[in-house]
């Protein structure tokens, strides 16, 4: 008779040996140029071979019996066979911005002031912020103060990296 502290781990070791047994499964069936692809597109792939080889390409069977919702492996599903079954074509797509000319930029006063506050007393970042904010009321943060510091390079390379490595 098995004790409760291996009977959990047998179960573990259990289904995780039938993942990777799907796993290799779907790999054979749906990557057969053998793609280099990543855990993600692994799970999607294995995702597909449950809808098409044991659900018989029922989705919402499939979806039930994955936990995701059907229109979105639906939509999977539309992507993998428009792209001809490639397997590539699972993996998810980047969500980075596309454009970041519309994010909120401080006004060009107040970039002339830090430039002036730099080339007066050449203070850092920290020492320019609190000036701001106590001496005009303009709250901007360290790192914005830096990144416009470096477009009108008023830091030093050189210097900079001297001080990190220190």
């Keep these: 008779m098995l004790n409760k502290n ?3 781990g047998l179960i573990k070791q259990t289904k995780s040996s039938l993942i990777n047994h799907m796993q290799t499964k779907a790999q054979i069936r749906l990557n057969p140029y053998r793609y280099h692809l990543s855990l993600e597109v692994k799970k999607r792939l294995r ?3 449950i809808l098409y080889y044991e659900q018989g ?4 069977k499939a979806a039930n019996n994955i936990g995701v919702s059907r229109q979105w492996l639906s939509g999977i599903k539309s992507e993998f066979e428009k ?3 490639n397997p590539r074509s699972l993996e998810p797509k980047s969500r980075a911005p596309l454009s970041t000319k519309n ?3 401080i006004d060009k006063s ?4 830090i430039i002036e506050i730099r080339s007066d007393h050449f203070w850092g970042k920290d020492k320019i912020e609190a000036h701001l904010r106590d001496q005009y009321n303009i709250k901007v943060n360290h790192n914005t103060i830096n990144k416009y510091l470096h477009i009108h390079k008023m830091i030093n ?3 900079s990296l001297k001080n990190t490595n220190a």
């Design 6 to 8: 291996n009977k959990g």
């Design 47 to 49: 995702w597909m071979y």
């Design 57 to 60: 390409g029922n989705i919402i």
């Design 83 to 85: 792209n001809n079954r």
């Design 103 to 105: 994010r909120n930029r």
């Design 110 to 113: 107040v970039e002339d002031k």
């Design 157 to 159: 390379p050189k210097i």
